[in-house]
């Protein structure tokens, strides 16, 4: 396997105050939008801008759109202008929120749905179509919930379709990955905080949200969940396992999302391993943030073969010294990425990273061989 390098091109501290429950979305190649929570704990979506080489990162927007919560934020691109956001609000309720951006970024809340009145945590938020929407969340009771939403044509009226109550214990660290137009992949913390994997479908009016298969991966601990998908049938996780270590973990489904199997497993991080997010920078390179011994904050790389098999650690990064927590990060293109993260005094930065192959083992033979 190839190992690689991981360089930090720029930093911008957006926000002095406060910065936490990071979700974060690639507009366009130079542009990004992020809801976070702010001082005292209020919702605020920003945008930004990054030049062509993933410098000089620029704040160009912000708006609060919640002044009293705006926690546990998971936000999706609907198109190049719209947006859609669940979070846990006031007297944590569970919210759906609609957003527009005009050709300056600026931000305009369109609708607001608030579909849970009990409680409402852990949001994993996909989408499914342009108008059509599902959530994962632990509700009432610490209970596990799937839902799903409609909107209309001019990106209002929410609407909640169908809800699915499928974990009666617990349901908590989602992270939910669309398989196709009606399957659907979700990795959790379950019962004593094990570590689940389960598969659900929906009929074609988005209705009729069904449970298809499960798997208890991890029988010690599964929690700070990051999901993603390498192909239809195979699936990446990130998450913080046994004794709170960091493990990386391949999986495969069938042709009905069905038989859910583990394939291979990495314990990468013998201390701690908070905050995961994970994404994929081609087929057998994926790229791992997450907050680290002392809470520091960590860029890694893995390498998978073609058999989704022999999971490889291929270079790392210490970004942050300090604090690296409630990490979001974004593939920019098969170079770059850009992380929103919280940092020192719980404030709130973006930075982006260059990822390139490594040189030296090659300048040490041409050193040799001179």
Do not use: W
């Not at 390498?303 to 098999?309: A, P």
């Not at 850009?338 to 050193?367: C, Q, R, V």
């Amino acid at each position: 396997m190839t190992d690689y390098t991981i360089a930090n091109i720029d930093t911008l501290e957006h926000d002095t105050g406060e910065s936490t429950f990071n979700s974060m979305v690639q507009i366009d190649s130079t542009h990004y939008i992020l809801a976070y929570s702010g001082t005292d704990a209020n919702g605020y979506i920003k945008t930004f801008s990054v030049d062509a080489g993933s410098d000089t990162i620029t704040e160009l927007d912000s708006l609060e759109h919640d002044t009293i919560n705006g926690t546990y934020n998971s936000l999706v691109m609907i198109d190049s202008t719209h947006f859609m956001l669940a979070y846990r609000g006031d007297d944590g309720d569970g919210y759906i929120k609609t957003f527009s951006i005009d050709g300056s970024y600026v931000i305009t809340q369109i609708d607001v749905l608030e579909h849970e009145t009990t409680d409402c945590l852990f949001n994993s938020l996909v989408k499914i179509d342009d108008t059509h929407f599902m959530l994962a969340y632990r509700g009432p009771d610490f209970d596990g919930f799937v839902k799903t939403f409609s909107i209309d044509g001019s990106y209002d009226n929410i609407t909640q379709i169908d809800v699915l109550e499928h974990d009666t214990d617990r349901g908590s660290e989602n992270s939910l990955v669309k398989v196709d137009a009606t399957h659907f992949i979700l990795a959790y913390s379950g019962t004593d905080l094990d570590g689940f994997v389960k598969t659900f479908s929906i009929d074609g009016s988005y209705d009729n949200i069904t449970q298809i298969d499960i798997l208890e991966h991890d029988t010690g601990d599964g929690r700070s969940n990051s999901l993603i998908q390498i192909d239809a049938t195979h699936y990446m996780l990130a998450y913080r396992g046994t004794n709170l270590n960091g493990f990386v973990k391949t999986f495969s489904i069938d042709g009905s999302a069905d038989n859910i199997a583990q394939i291979d497993s990495l314990e990468h991080d013998t201390d701690d391993a908070a905050s995961n997010s994970l994404v994929k920078i081609d087929s057998i390179l994926y790229m791992l943030a997450y907050g680290g011994t002392d809470g520091d904050g960590f860029i890694k790389t893995f390498s998978i073969d073609g058999s989704y098999e022999n999971i490889t650690q291929t270079g790392i990064l210490e970004y942050d010294i300090v604090n690296g927590s409630y990490n979001s990060l974004v593939k920019v293109d098969a170079t770059h990425a850009i992380l929103a993260y919280t940092g020192e005094n719980n404030d709130g930065f973006i930075k982006t990273f260059l990822i390139s192959e490594a040189l030296l083992a090659n300048n040490a033979l041409a050193m040799c061989n001179f």
